[in-house]
Each structure stands twice: as C-alpha cells, then as structure tokens.
Nanobody, 126 residues
Framework: QVQLVESGGGSVQAGGSLRLSCVASGYNSRATCMGWFRQVPGKEREGVAG????????RYADSVKDRFTISEDNAGNTMYLQMNNLKPEDTAMYYC???????????????????WGQGTQVTVSS
C-alpha cells in the first residue's frame, strides 16, 4: 500500500504563496495518477489538481486555474502544488492522493483515487 505524507501547509495572507509537497513511499507501481484535493468542515472533498504519470497531462479545478501548479519530481515519488495568489476561499485541509487513472480520465475526480495522505492545513486570511 502507498503511504503519502503531505507537508508545506500553513497560514498566509491573501495574495501570498505556499508550496505543498507529498512524498509517496511503498509499493505504488500501479498508481497512474496523483492529485491534490481539499476539504472544509461540512463540505465534500473537492479535486484541486491532478497529474497523470510522467506529467503527460494535468487538470485543474476552475477555481485554481492560473494560480496553482501541480508537478512531480523525475522519480515520481514527490508531488508538489505551488499555490500563488492565495485567496481566503482556498482555506481548507489539503490532501494528496494516488490512484488509477487512464490518460483521458478526469484527474480530479474522487472516483479514481484510493490512497490518501493525512492532510495539511492551509489557512488564508484576508
């Protein structure tokens, strides 16, 4: 089973930046996609950004397009989410996930992800 550990969350003012990291360990050769999701209390978890194996394709939620960038290292063991121009509505617990996606799948759909990290809190103040 894949173990996923997130880091990099914190508190920033609106307009600031944060970079989240997710380190994957364990046997994950079957995983073909990784993604970032977020959740606030009382709401459903939502997809933020996803990346297909090797970085051949990415997908973003409309709310974060042009502000967030997902990437992974060459080994595919560490995934990043660069978050710029943060807004108060970005405040949430952010989770990384690994899953099985086909190249044409919706990379930010919960349907394809089975392994989850514990989350890292991002708080953006106005």
């Amino acid at each position: 089973q894949v173990q996923l550990v997130e880091s990099g969350g914190g508190s920033v003012q609106a307009g600031g930046s944060l970079r989240l990291s997710c380190v994957a360990s364990g046997y994950n050769s079957r995983a073909t996609c990784m993604g970032w999701f977020r959740q606030v209390p009382g709401k459903e978890r939502e997809g933020v950004a996803g990346i297909y194996s090797g970085g051949t394709r990415t997908r973003y939620a409309d709310s974060v397009k042009d502000r967030f960038t997902i990437s992974e290292d060459n080994a595919g063991n560490t995934m990043y989410l660069q978050m710029n121009n943060l807004k108060p509505e970005d405040t949430a617990m952010y989770y990384c996930a690994a899953g099985l996606c086909r190249l044409w799948d919706n990379l930010i759909s919960l349907d394809y992800y089975n392994d989850w990290g514990q989350g890292t809190q991002v708080t953006v103040s106005s």
